[in-house]
């Protein structure tokens, strides 16, 4: 009976305190890897979208180059592009003027719509099919790594009217911009956190809001001029950002 009782005593025994310590280490671990290969992803998407920026710039560049027109501003697409027909409007002729008819804090429209198509059948850039002819991410605006995508405008004053809702409007130059936006073909709308705005602001320029090539638009809940507001997790924040110097 004793011997009976012993064995349902030993058979009854919890873990002991280094089995304990032992699982706690194998989840600590699994958390942190968790957590690691979570930040590794966001990392990555950020670097990819720096790398999109600078490979529609590089594009645009090359078409210039080739073609002496800016993508969606050239004359007589139908008769310069391969295969450019009246799918996602191509063929449609510009102004022929070197600024895009849209500014960078409006809703594209018209040379605005077709700048990414010209590049796409100029064979100059890729995850773009416009034969759907749908304002959407993938089909006439390239769609972003990190979240939304991107549209395109040409500022004229660089004065604050054409920049909707831009955290500081001073200083800003002329010339041709990319705006992150989260929903395709609407005007612009925050897509991105204030920390992954840093970040990508940070590898293309100097890292502030208000200063720059790179410029926030989003109010408070983006940042101040000076810095951003990276406590808030929301997607609070959208970039303009220009190239082609």
Sequence with gaps: MDTMELKNRRSERGFTLVELAIVMIIIGLLIGGILK???????????????????????????????????GDMLNPGGRLPNCTGVGGCNI??????????????????????????????????????????????????????????????????????????????????????????TAGNGPEASLTPNQAQRIDTKLDDGVPGSGSTRAYGGGACGTAAAYNEVNAGNTCGLFTRIQG
């Design 37 to 71: 290969g979570q930040e590794l992803i966001a990392n990555a998407e950020v670097g990819a979208t720096v790398s999109q920026i600078k490979a529609i710039d590089a594009a645009t560049s090359t078409f210039r180059d080739k073609y002496d027109a800016l993508p």
């Design 93 to 182: 002729a510009g102004t022929g003027n070197g600024i895009l008819g849209t500014n960078p804090g409006q809703q594209p429209a018209n040379e605005a719509t077709r700048y990414f198509v010209h590049l796409s059948y100029a064979d100059l850039l890729a995850n773009i099919d416009p034969n759907g002819g749908a304002a959407a991410w993938g089909s006439l605006y390239p769609e972003a790594k990190v979240n939304g995508g991107f549209h395109v405008g040409s500022s004229q004053t660089g004065a604050a009217g054409e920049f909707n809702g831009v955290i500081s409007a001073v200083g800003i130059s002329q010339g041709l911009y990319l705006t992150m936006t989260q």
